[in-house]
T-cell receptor
């Protein structure tokens, strides 16, 4: 089944403790992206990647890092999480960005930073 | 730069009533337009999209949206909603002239269908 897999689905952590949210797609998509979803703010893009070793900042990149060493994986790293990073995170992929292909989304990761 | 405005954050309706979810966009270039749906505790799913051709596009579950270039709108409609349509709906836009334009989302409209 073609899908984007995120792990974990739920995560509670403490301020300052480094964490990684994994994202993997099995569709050989070139483009991958991370979004955070907050009530009243919709989806805001954190980082995106056009292809392996090519990443760029989205609208809200502060406090996050990403890497794209393999085409299928695009982990999101929070080196020192803070409470304002409590949010619902989605990974998405597409054959190409925007255009006419649309995105495939993962099921989301609900992160709580205390 | 592109932007999307969804005029209603929440739309309550009764089952079997018609509904319209409004979406306006702003862009200096030609665009592709999308509606995504997010059911509770799930990720977003593509509902329908406008690429070119007929300005009226339909989804498999009875929704339709009409691209209106002069009003820069892409409103989503359904003539008769079901309880199962309760979800959050996101309008999105991308630049059709760029092969590497990312998707910009609106803030979402929660559709609440009650019996």
């Amino acid at each position: 089944e073609a899908q984007v897999t995120q792990n974990p689905r739920y995560l509670i952590t403490v301020t300052g403790k480094k964490l990684t949210v994994t994202c993997s797609q099995n569709m050989n998509h070139e483009y991958m992206s991370w979004y955070r979803q907050d009530p009243g703010l919709g989806l805001r893009q954190i980082y995106y990647s056009m292809n392996v070793e090519v990443t760029d900042k989205g609208d809200v990149p502060e406090g996050y890092k990403v890497s794209r060493k393999e085409k299928r994986n695009f982990p999101l790293i929070l080196e020192s999480p803070s409470p304002n990073q409590t949010s619902l995170y989605f990974c998405a992929s597409s054959l190409f960005p925007g255009g006419d292909y649309g995105y495939t989304f993962g099921s989301g990761t609900r992160l709580t930073v205390v | 730069a592109q932007s999307v405005t969804q005029l209603d954050s929440q739309v309550p309706v009764f089952e079997e009533a018609p509904v319209e979810l409004r979406c306006n966009y702003s862009s200096s270039v030609s665009v592709y337009l999308f509606w995504y749906v997010q059911y509770p505790n799930q990720g977003l799913q593509l509902l329908l999209k406008y690429l070119s051709g007929s300005t009226l596009v339909e989804s498999i579950n009875g929704f339709e949206a009409e691209f209106n270039k002069s009003q820069t709108s892409f409103h989503l409609r359904k003539p008769s909603v079901h309880i199962s349509d309760t979800a959050e709906y996101f309008c999105a836009v991308s630049d059709r002239n760029s092969g590497y334009s990312t998707l910009t989302f609106g803030k979402g409209t929660m559709l609440l269908v009650s019996p």
